[in-house]
């Protein structure tokens, strides 16, 4: 695998009326082909929320899963704004840019920031320590994560409907 280095190539997902961020590490190599959010295969990522929220998502074009997540409050986006990596391994993250994660907050009503995995977390609680109190770790989706079963996913993720 080589080395990469990443600069966001796409937005967050957030409006003013957004009530909770779900928040990645850093986009994936099929994330960045595709131009949104959690877009490998294997990730369950988009069948978790479809559960949770009863919401077709995971089949659904990418323009029809953003309007789900703004009417139903929810905003996405990465904890890394920039950072060298290899393949899409977190654990092979390294030369961190932070994303400005209280500029993004500006102006929207989110009340709890979900961290979609350990990397995710670990780097936005380093950088933005201010942020803590409203941050809950939640297992990653990713199919690397192959001790939590689908349900058990679920099961850890419906803290969210607490929230919207």
Known sequence: MQNRHVKHPFGPVITPQARILILGSVPSLKSVEFGFYYMHPQNRFWKVLEKLLGEELYSAPISTRAAILDRRGVALYDS??????????????????????????????????????????????????????????LPSTSPANAAYSFDRLCDEWREILNWL
């Not at 704004?81 to 209280?102: K, N, Q």
């Not at 920031?113 to 770790?137: D, Q, R, T, W």
Request: aromatic share 6%; hydrophobic share 40%; net charge negative.
């Open 80 to 137: 890394v704004e920039e950072c060298d990596i290899t393949g899409s391994s977190d654990s092979a993250i390294s030369s961190v840019i932070p994303a400005d994660l209280p500029a993004l907050l500006k102006g929207t009503k989110i009340a709890r920031i979900f961290c979609n995995g350990n990397a995710s977390y670990l780097y936005a609680v380093k950088y933005h320590p201010e942020l803590s109190e409203k941050m809950i770790k």
